[in-house]
């Protein structure tokens, strides 16, 4: 979780429009201070010594680039900073989407988006959660079910019933997954039990929170913030 009264942001191969719209919308809402972007011929660690950033911003516009998220992302854990990256991909280039969030950069936004998202995003990121723009989250087909598990294990909630008794940490995070639409198998191979236990999991939890389909399991997901965790 980051210290959101020191928020800092600074930018690496973003274009200078995309760079005034994100200054606009940090400025306007108040979420960070944009500190620099990075300047010509300057080394990333250089960069990150000058700027001591805690949101670094990194520009996806063309296939070949010289800085890219996971050169990124390997500077600052060499230079053992605690900043996070967020992806901002161009709109020629959204169908790299998936390659990028396979490789572990989970928070992503698409450059058309950051006058109306990116203060939600920085939010959400120092907050300790993972920012992913809600047109195209869909495009990823196959989602690292770990970085869910991870994201969304948070604890027992409270019935509707409180006469039926909190769900148990393995029905909550069944019911979780499958909200978000993880199989049986999925859920089962990673929590390494099996699929009858994972459907018991599930019935119970539907059971003590009177959800009788798929429907009203996302609603109630949405009511309760289990989607917030990575999109908002």
């Given at each position: 979780m980051i210290d959101q009264s020191r928020l800092r942001v600074a930018t690496v191969g973003v274009n200078r429009e995309t760079v005034?719209?994100?200054?606009?919308?940090?400025?306007?809402?108040?979420?960070?201070?944009?500190?620099?972007?990075?300047?010509?011929?300057?080394?990333?660690?250089?960069?990150?010594?000058?700027?001591?950033?805690n949101i670094v911003v990194v520009g996806i516009t063309c296939q070949v680039s010289e800085f890219d998220a996971h050169i990124v992302a390997r500077s600052l854990r060499n230079a053992r900073s605690e900043a996070s990256v967020i992806c901002v991909v161009s709109e020629p280039l959204i169908d790299k989407v998936p390659e990028i969030y396979k490789a572990g950069i989970h928070n992503i936004v698409l450059e058309s988006d950051i006058s109306?998202?990116?203060?939600?995003?920085?939010?959400?990121?120092?907050?300790?959660?993972?920012?992913?723009?809600?047109?195209?989250?869909?495009?990823?087909?196959?989602?690292?079910?770990?970085?869910?598990?991870a994201a969304l294990n948070t604890g027992p909630v409270a019935p509707k019933d409180t006469g039926a008794g909190?769900?148990?940490?393995?029905?909550?995070?069944?019911?979780?997954?499958?909200?978000?639409?993880?199989?049986?198998?999925?859920?089962?191979?990673?929590?390494?039990?099996?699929?009858?236990?994972?459907?018991?999991?599930?019935a119970r939890a539907s059971d003590k929170l009177d959800l009788r389909s798929r429907v009203s399991i996302v609603k109630y997901g949405c009511q309760s913030g289990w989607f917030s965790v990575l999109i908002n």
């Open positions: 005034k719209r994100l200054c606009d919308n940090v400025s306007l809402s108040g979420a960070a201070i944009f500190v620099d972007e990075i300047r010509e011929l300057e080394r990333i660690n250089e960069f990150l010594v000058r700027t001591l950033p109306m998202e990116f203060s939600r995003a920085i939010t959400s990121i120092a907050a300790g959660g993972h920012y992913i723009s809600r047109r195209i989250f869909g495009l990823i087909r196959e989602p690292d079910i770990r970085s869910f598990y909190p769900l148990s940490e393995r029905e909550e995070i069944v019911l979780k997954l499958f909200a978000f639409g993880f199989s049986t198998k999925e859920i089962a191979s990673q929590l390494r039990v099996s699929t009858k236990t994972v459907e018991t999991y599930k």
